[in-house]
């Protein structure tokens, strides 16, 4: 059943940074779908335009809106920014634009206030890393956190709510690497370290 | 009155959303080629025909020139072809492009826009398609997602009856990779809209005859005794097929409305032109962050339209001076440039208001080549700059103005 009360009424952008190969892109059309399944009627999904490589920096970008999505130009002043990958922190390109009412959402074993960023925006932190590593969630030797961010992501915004994320992800995912992601998901919302 | 359907939404990307399209349209000879941004399609359909989703023949071929000539075989032994390329696979098949206009062959091909080297570019403008402009195919411009499905399946309808190969435009990653919401349409809807492929002629070894032989200057008497059109003749022929294919092309978007609730009858895309004193004239994707661009003009009381192009080929020029009537200026967008001269898109504008009453100012701005964002922020800057201008002077200035650094 959509939720229309709780929709946001203003168009929200999350810009998302990872590193090749650890599902930014995969991230950013999951919470696009939810964010559809929810209720709201304009949805998109992207990647940075042009090459990507394994282990470089990547970035994806999603949008929602009560209403279709017009806007195919790149994401300037997201409302919220997700780090997969901390160690991306050090690039000004990562925070840059972002919202001074919005959300950086990090994976990261730091507090919110450990990071140490200037800036108005409200943090939350998760150390979705670990989670993931003691779930096993590794595939070619690679700590796959990118559904364990969605729950950071989702406790400190609430786009979407766990049960609706849920049905998407059992929608996507094959039988036997759902439950495993949704644990992912669900630890990782637990853990989510908020500083607003 | 309105008929209840059942909505089918898919999150999906536009090279997905051509695939779908192909694949529903139920084409039976599929040959391409992979180059970026294109390669996600040609990967779907030939996962499509492996998994006996799609029965069609997927011919893998060495290069963009040859996909086009199977699918010029493949059309005229009575085969439905798709085949689908971007930027330097478009211009590889540039002579093979000409030959199935020429021997009249509907081919329905996705050109998934990017810019043309040099210096190497993968990311999107529409210079690949206009470089094509005059191979006598139609052409039809999409603005997001959904139009690529719908426009695809109209394609083949358009194609079959007027025996017009068909291009169907879409901006490379800006929605080849770009995921968004895209009601899929039932099988069985399809089916119903698209009947299957009857050609005009078809070659058959156990009655053998000869196509697109040699054709003289001038017309002349065949072994049979009948009167054979020359080459001109034939020239006149694709000529008028596509002057005369407007009406198709509405009818096919009418009777798509009718089945799938969603209109296409028009040749353009209109914002707010009921009252506009100003209009935006933008192509493709760029078309609807014009609409946002014209949202914000308006806040500021300027009474901006939008006219999105939608069919290019063939131009409909009544029907722009219709939808223009009321501009006193015209701002046009080109992602394409004629060097020495404009944007593609302009000169069309401009050749379709003389000798109309129309006297509206026309600035052309060319932006977004190999890539470069183009955001309404930008379009809306433009026409303000466009609007002072016209203190200066209101005569058209020879060239256009380009959104860079230069």
């Given at each position: 059943?959509?939720?229309?009360?709780?929709?946001?009424?203003?168009?929200?952008?999350?810009?998302?940074?990872?590193?090749?190969?650890?599902?930014?892109?995969?991230?950013?059309?999951?919470?696009?779908?939810?964010?559809?399944?929810?209720?709201?009627?304009?949805?998109?999904?992207?990647?940075s335009?042009?090459?990507?490589?394994?282990?470089?920096?990547?970035?994806?970008?999603?949008?929602?809106?009560?209403?279709?999505?017009?806007?195919?130009?790149?994401v300037?002043n997201?409302?919220?920014?997700?780090?997969?990958?901390?160690?991306?922190?050090?690039?000004?390109?990562?925070?840059?634009?972002?919202?001074?009412?919005?959300?950086l959402?990090?994976?990261?074993?730091?507090?919110p206030?450990?990071?140490?960023?200037?800036?108005e925006?409200?943090?939350?932190?998760?150390?979705?890393?670990?989670?993931?590593?003691?779930?096993?969630?590794?595939?070619?030797?690679?700590?796959?956190?990118?559904?364990?961010?969605?729950?950071?992501?989702?406790?400190?915004?609430k786009?979407v709510?766990?049960?609706?994320?849920?049905?998407?992800?059992?929608?996507?995912?094959?039988?036997?690497t759902?439950?495993?992601?949704?644990?992912?998901?669900?630890?990782?919302?637990?853990?989510?370290?908020?500083?607003? | 009155?309105?008929?209840?359907?059942?909505?089918?939404?898919h999150i999906i990307?536009?090279?997905?959303s051509?695939?779908?399209?192909?694949?529903?349209?139920?084409?039976?000879?599929v040959?391409a080629?992979?180059?970026?941004?294109?390669t996600?399609?040609?990967?779907?359909?030939?996962?499509f025909?492996?998994?006996?989703?799609?029965?069609?023949?997927?011919?893998?071929?060495?290069?963009?020139?040859?996909?086009?000539?199977?699918?010029?075989s493949?059309?005229?032994?009575?085969?439905?072809?798709?085949?689908?390329t971007?930027?330097?696979?478009?211009?590889y098949?540039h002579?093979m492009?000409?030959?199935?206009?020429?021997?009249?062959?509907?081919?329905?091909?996705?050109?998934?826009?990017?810019?043309?080297?040099?210096?190497?570019?993968?990311?999107?403008?529409?210079?690949?398609?206009i470089?094509?402009?005059?191979?006598?195919?139609?052409?039809?411009?999409?603005?997001?997602?959904?139009e690529?499905?719908?426009?695809?399946?109209?394609?083949?309808?358009?194609?079959?009856?007027?025996?017009?190969?068909?291009?169907?435009?879409?901006?490379?990653?800006?929605?080849?990779?770009?995921?968004?919401?895209?009601d899929?349409?039932?099988?069985?809807?399809?089916?119903?809209?698209?009947?299957?492929?009857k050609?005009?002629?078809?070659?058959?070894?156990?009655?053998p005859?000869?196509?697109?032989?040699?054709?003289?200057?001038?017309?002349?008497?065949?072994?049979?005794?009948?009167?054979?059109?020359?080459y001109?003749?034939?020239r006149?022929?694709?000529q008028e097929?596509?002057?005369?294919?407007?009406?198709?092309?509405?009818?096919?978007?009418?009777?798509?409305?009718?089945?799938?609730g969603?209109?296409?009858?028009?040749?353009?895309?209109?914002?707010?032109?009921e009252?506009?004193?100003?209009?935006?004239?933008a192509?493709?994707?760029?078309?609807?962050?014009?609409?946002?661009?014209?949202?914000?003009?308006?806040?500021?009381?300027?009474?901006?339209?939008?006219?999105?192009?939608?069919?290019?080929?063939?131009?409909?020029?009544?029907?722009?001076?219709?939808a223009?009537?009321?501009?006193?200026?015209?701002?046009?967008?080109?992602?394409?440039?004629?060097?020495?001269?404009?944007?593609?898109?302009?000169?069309?504008?401009?050749?379709?208001?003389?000798?109309?009453?129309?006297?509206?100012?026309?600035?052309?701005?060319?932006?977004?080549?190999?890539?470069?964002?183009?955001?309404?922020?930008?379009?809306a800057?433009?026409?303000?700059?466009?609007?002072?201008s016209?203190?200066?002077?209101?005569?058209?200035?020879?060239?256009?103005?380009?959104?860079?650094?230069?």
């Amino acid at each position: 059943m959509a939720q229309k009360s709780s929709l946001s009424n203003q168009p929200l952008e999350i810009r998302w940074h990872g590193r090749g190969g650890q599902g930014a892109i995969t991230a950013a059309k999951i919470i696009a779908q939810a964010a559809y399944v929810k209720g709201y009627k304009g949805v998109t999904a992207a990647p940075s335009f042009g090459a990507e490589r394994r282990g470089a920096p990547v970035s994806a970008s999603t949008r929602i809106s009560t209403e279709p999505v017009l806007v195919v130009s790149q994401v300037e002043n997201p409302e919220i920014v997700v780090v997969l990958d901390h160690t991306l922190l050090k690039y000004p390109d990562v925070t840059h634009g972002l919202d001074k009412h919005g959300w950086l959402v990090v994976n990261s074993p730091l507090s919110p206030k450990e990071l140490g960023l200037k800036g108005e925006f409200s943090i939350a932190t998760a150390d979705a890393t670990r989670i993931c590593q003691d779930l096993g969630l590794i595939v070619a030797g690679l700590v796959i956190v990118n559904t364990a961010i969605l729950g950071a992501l989702i406790r400190a915004t609430k786009i979407v709510d766990l049960p609706t994320l849920e049905k998407v992800m059992r929608e996507r995912f094959s039988r036997d690497t759902v439950d495993i992601n949704l644990a992912a998901v669900t630890k990782t919302y637990e853990i989510t370290k908020l500083a607003k | 009155m309105a008929v209840q359907r059942k909505s089918n939404m898919h999150i999906i990307d536009g090279n997905q959303s051509a695939a779908i399209a192909a694949k529903m349209s139920r084409v039976q000879v599929v040959a391409a080629y992979p180059i970026t941004p294109q390669t996600p399609l040609t990967e779907q359909l030939s996962q499509f025909v492996e998994q006996g989703e799609l029965k069609a023949e997927y011919v893998a071929v060495e290069s963009e020139h040859s996909a086009m000539a199977v699918c010029t075989s493949a059309s005229i032994v009575g085969a439905r072809a798709f085949t689908g390329t971007s930027s330097h696979g478009l211009a590889y098949m540039h002579e093979m492009l000409h030959w199935a206009a020429g021997a009249r062959l509907p081919i329905v091909l996705a050109c998934v826009n990017r810019a043309i080297g040099a210096p190497w570019n993968v990311l999107n403008d529409q210079q690949d398609s206009i470089s094509q402009r005059d191979t006598g195919w139609i052409q039809i411009y999409c603005r997001n997602n959904q139009e690529i499905m719908d426009t695809l399946i109209q394609a083949y309808r358009i194609a079959e009856q007027v025996y017009v190969p068909v291009m169907v435009c879409y901006d490379g990653y800006i929605l080849s990779h770009t995921e968004m919401p895209v009601d899929v349409p039932d099988q069985a809807d399809v089916d119903r809209y698209l009947p299957p492929y009857k050609p005009h002629t078809t070659l058959d070894p156990a009655n053998p005859k000869n196509y697109n032989l040699v054709t003289l200057a001038n017309p002349r008497i065949g072994v049979d005794g009948k009167l054979y059109h020359g080459y001109m003749e034939l020239r006149y022929l694709l000529q008028e097929a596509l002057q005369n294919s407007r009406e198709t092309i509405l009818q096919a978007g009418r009777e798509f409305n009718e089945i799938f609730g969603r209109d296409y009858a028009r040749m353009f895309w209109e914002d707010r032109s009921e009252d506009a004193e100003i209009t935006i004239v933008a192509m493709g994707s760029l078309a609807m962050e014009a609409i946002v661009a014209a949202d914000m003009l308006r806040e500021e009381g300027l009474k901006v339209g939008v006219l999105g192009l939608r069919v290019f080929r063939p131009f409909p020029k009544s029907d722009v001076v219709q939808a223009l009537r009321k501009s006193r200026l015209i701002v046009v967008f080109d992602k394409n440039i004629s060097y020495g001269s404009e944007g593609a898109t302009c000169s069309e504008i401009k050749s379709a208001l003389y000798g109309t009453y129309i006297n509206a100012s026309i600035r052309n701005f060319i932006v977004g080549l190999g890539g470069r964002d183009v955001k309404a922020r930008e379009l809306a800057e433009a026409t303000k700059k466009a609007i002072a201008s016209l203190k200066e002077t209101v005569i058209n200035p020879d060239y256009p103005e380009w959104i860079c650094q230069i």
